[in-house]
């Protein structure tokens, strides 16, 4: 019995010596797009074997990561700069390329139970309130946005992230698109010096800062505010209409980015032109390094790439983001053609 039981264990173990390893790939960065991420990485696992750990913490992180080699990928929704660029290049040896991957709108929540009506605000209006010049939710500025509106004598708590975040990059953007001041005295990147407020971290941190504080309002993915059943403002756009965050407003903000896209794909969208545009949009990427190290890594990565880029997208929608649009999916592809591994083209069945 027991030499049975002996047999049997060695079979099995010798079995598991040749079964072939998993490929395993390491990610860091952006909470903005964490929410179809983890769908995707999935998915892709249970279609491949392949799995991808990621780690969600802000896309300075996750920059910072990559200019050090201790992921195989990063995520950020704001660029690397041409000096992070550099230093990561002269640190790994390597370009980083810009994979864009969905498109997501960055939105402001705010906690007033007391008003049921959706409340509309424009680009200036805002930066005034992280400026601290607005700090009542009744200011006049404020009810002249909202006629017939009852606006509670209420002060305005302002909520920001506390980390490295391209959510921050792209909504400091915006501000410092509308705001002569803002973008003076403060403006964009992945970290600012906030003139006031209260810091939380990642996305969900923020939403669940205005959830339990009234009076709150802070800048959130468009995904996390849906998740916890935040209110969210209808905001002033470029055209003069006041525009909700949605996939197809998202998308109209998107229509000329394929054909004013940089070689390097690190194009910015908000502010956009159209009359249905959402006006805090924004692109979300990839980093990836040109030149790979691991054949097997490089493969799985170059694979994982290509099915997000097409069976992937199918997702955005449901998840509250929106897709890309087919042409701006041909650039990514031949970026992704691009990549190689110790200097030779990936071959990928």
């Not at 060695?10 to 010596?17: D, E, K, N, R, S």
Request: charged share 20%; hydrophobic share 40%.
């Amino acid at each position: 019995m027991y030499k049975k039981i002996i047999y049997l264990m060695m079979f099995m173990i010798a079995g598991l010596i040749n079964l072939p390893a998993q490929v395993k790939l390491n990610g860091a960065g952006a909470t903005f797009p964490y929410v179809i991420y983890s769908k995707w990485f999935d998915e892709f696992h249970k279609q491949t074997g392949v799995q991808i750990n990621y780690q969600s913490i802000g896309s300075g992180g996750g920059i910072k990561q990559v200019i050090e080699g201790t992921v195989d990928f990063g995520a950020s929704d704001g660029p690397m700069s041409d000096e992070q660029l550099k230093e990561a290049k002269a640190k790994q040896g390597t370009d980083v390329i810009h994979i864009p991957t969905v498109l997501g709108a960055v939105v402001l929540s705010y906690n007033l139970p007391e008003v049921k009506e959706k409340i509309k605000l424009d680009g200036p209006t805002i930066a005034d309130i992280f400026l601290g010049k607005i700090y009542k939710w009744n200011d006049k500025r404020i009810a002249k946005l909202n006629p017939g509106v009852k606006l509670p004598n209420r002060s305005i708590i302002v909520v920001h992230r506390s980390d490295g975040s391209g959510t921050t990059f792209i909504f400091t953007h915006y501000l410092s698109n509308v705001s002569k001041e803002w973008a003076k005295k403060v403006g964009y990147n992945t970290s600012v010096n906030w003139p006031i407020g209260l810091g939380g971290k990642g996305n969900e941190g923020v939403a669940g800062m205005v959830k339990q504080t009234k009076g709150a309002i802070g800048y959130v993915e468009l995904a996390y505010a849906v998740k916890n059943k935040l209110s969210h403002v209808a905001i002033k756009n470029r055209a003069g209409n006041f525009i909700e965050a949605n996939f197809k407003t998202v998308s109209a903000a998107s229509d000329g980015a394929a054909k004013d896209m940089p070689d390097d794909l690190r194009a910015m969208i908000t502010n956009a032109d159209g009359k249905d545009s959402y006006p805090i949009s924004g692109f979300t990427w990839l980093l990836i390094y040109k030149d790979m190290k691991d054949s097997k890594k490089a493969e799985a990565l170059v694979k994982f790439l290509r099915w997000a880029l097409t069976k992937g997208e199918s997702y955005a929608e449901s998840l509250y983001y929106a897709p890309l649009p087919p042409s701006v999916v041909k650039l990514c592809m031949k970026k992704i053609d691009m990549l190689t591994v110790n200097g030779k083209p990936i071959k990928v069945k």
